[in-house]
């Protein structure tokens, strides 16, 4: 004789077979969502060994060099001319570690480049945001982009065929002497590299403030003017100022363009027409050719990496800083 599951006592009802099926439907979530957990976890502790295991590689190296050379003469030198043994079988010269004239070509360059590239990345930003119609925007901001995707070493040829002899002609036209390689040249075009991420950037993060915003300020009778110039760029401000940090990294980190155009010369001085060079190029120079890992002037690129691994940290805090306190002004 058949007996039906409904008269029989033991076997599940509806309800506890949706019962069952609910949660056996979460356990496989929580096993979805705890192996999503695994991975994320994993991925971040990835990234903070990587980026413990680069700071520590710089602070040892560094600490071998600061044993040789006193981390004040490296510090505070006005001479750099790292010239010592090759190798154990020669002898060098006792070298000059003193690595003030590569912060001031640095940050020379740099400075020049920010000055082409901060106003018109965000001057471009707020015309393609704000002014442009959706036609020329489509056409404007992929053309803009395009700089982006070209290589370094062409801005190079650029700099040192084109913008450094132009700038010689015309200095020499007003009777200045200017150097064939200046940093004023390399300045200028390492400026156009970073015009599209600061345009880019901050394009993003003005189409990002709230609609309601600008229509607010209009029904107050604003102007579009003044609803960019007290609205819009007050709202987007912490994002413009990671735009132009990102960039200012970007400046310091560039390495083909001021060997091309500015050449090898580590000269202390502030005059964009002189030739000067930077940290990065001095550490691809040291590290380059055939010599002893061990020697000072091998080891001094590490102490390089450190010191612009720490003036990188102190841009962003001093950054983070000041978005911080406009914000609460803001708010």
Same mark, same amino acid.
């Given at each position: 004789? $058949?007996?039906?599951?409904?008269?029989?006592?033991?076997?599940?009802?509806?309800?506890?077979?949706?019962?069952?099926? *609910?949660?056996?439907?979460?356990?496989?979530?929580?096993?979805?969502?705890?192996?999503?957990?695994?991975?994320?976890?994993?991925?971040?502790?990835?990234?903070?060994?990587?980026?413990?295991?680069?700071?520590?590689?710089? !602070?040892?190296?560094?600490?071998?060099?600061?044993?040789?050379?006193? *981390?004040?003469?490296?510090?505070?030198?006005?001479?750099?001319?790292?010239? =010592?043994?090759?190798?154990?079988?020669?002898?060098?010269?006792?070298?000059?570690?003193?690595?003030?004239? !590569?912060?001031?070509?640095?940050?020379?360059?740099?400075? *020049?480049?920010?000055?082409?590239?901060?106003?018109?990345?965000?001057?471009? @930003?707020?015309?393609?945001?704000?002014?442009?119609? #959706?036609?020329?925007?489509?056409?404007?901001?992929?053309?803009?982009?395009?700089? @982006?995707? *070209?290589?370094?070493?062409?801005?190079?040829?650029?700099?040192?065929?084109?913008?450094?002899?132009?700038?010689?002609?015309?200095?020499?036209?007003?009777?200045?002497?200017?150097?064939?390689?200046?940093?004023?040249? #390399? /300045?200028? &075009?390492?400026?156009?590299?970073?015009?599209? !991420?600061?345009?880019?950037?901050?394009?993003?993060?003005? $189409?990002?403030?709230?609609?309601?915003?600008?229509?607010?300020?209009?029904? !107050?009778?604003?102007?579009?003017?003044?609803?960019?110039?007290?609205?819009?760029?007050?709202?987007?401000?912490?994002?413009?100022?990671?735009?132009?940090?990102?960039?200012?990294?970007?400046?310091?980190?560039?390495?083909?363009?001021?060997?091309?155009?500015?050449?090898?010369?580590? $000269?202390?001085? @502030?005059?964009?027409?002189?030739?000067?060079?930077? &940290?990065?190029?001095?550490?691809? =120079?040291?590290?380059? /050719?055939?010599?002893?890992?061990?020697?000072?002037? =091998?080891? @001094?690129?590490?102490?390089?990496?450190?010191?612009?691994?720490?003036? =990188?940290?102190?841009?962003?805090?001093?950054?983070?800083?000041?978005?911080?306190?406009?914000?609460?002004?803001?708010?």
């Amino acid at each position: 004789m $058949n007996t039906s599951t409904t008269d029989n006592p033991l076997a599940p009802g509806p309800i506890g077979a949706g019962r069952m099926h *609910i949660t056996r439907a979460r356990r496989m979530k929580k096993a979805v969502e705890a192996g999503i957990k695994g991975v994320l976890i994993a991925s971040s502790t990835v990234a903070i060994l990587t980026t413990v295991g680069i700071v520590a590689s710089l !602070l040892f190296e560094a600490m071998r060099f600061f044993s040789e050379i006193p *981390i004040t003469s490296f510090l505070f030198g006005v001479e750099w001319s790292p010239q =010592t043994a090759i190798r154990e079988d020669q002898v060098g010269a006792s070298g000059a570690f003193g690595a003030v004239p !590569l912060f001031a070509g640095t940050l020379l360059i740099s400075f *020049i480049a920010l000055l082409v590239a901060a106003p018109v990345g965000l001057f471009s @930003a707020i015309y393609l945001a704000e002014y442009a119609h #959706a036609k020329v925007r489509g056409w404007v901001k992929p053309i803009l982009e395009i700089l @982006a995707g *070209i290589p370094t070493v062409v801005y190079g040829f650029f700099a040192a065929l084109v913008v450094a002899p132009w700038i010689r002609g015309t200095g020499e036209g007003f009777s200045l002497e200017v150097s064939s390689e200046s940093a004023l040249a #390399a /300045g200028l &075009v390492m400026g156009i590299m970073i015009i599209p !991420l600061i345009s880019s950037l901050s394009d993003d993060v003005i $189409n990002a403030v709230p609609q309601a915003m600008r229509e607010g300020s209009y029904g !107050l009778g604003a102007t579009q003017s003044e609803t960019i110039r007290q609205v819009i760029i007050p709202a987007a401000l912490p994002g413009i100022m990671g735009g132009l940090l990102l960039a200012t990294s970007r400046a310091i980190g560039e390495t083909m363009i001021v060997v091309m155009a500015a050449g090898l010369a580590a $000269n202390l001085t @502030a005059n964009p027409l002189e030739a000067v060079t930077t &940290v990065t190029v001095q550490i691809v =120079t040291l590290l380059t /050719g055939d010599q002893e890992f061990d020697s000072a002037k =091998t080891l @001094a690129a590490f102490a390089l990496g450190l010191m612009l691994f720490v003036s =990188t940290l102190v841009l962003n805090v001093a950054a983070l800083h000041i978005v911080k306190k406009y914000r609460e002004q803001y708010e």
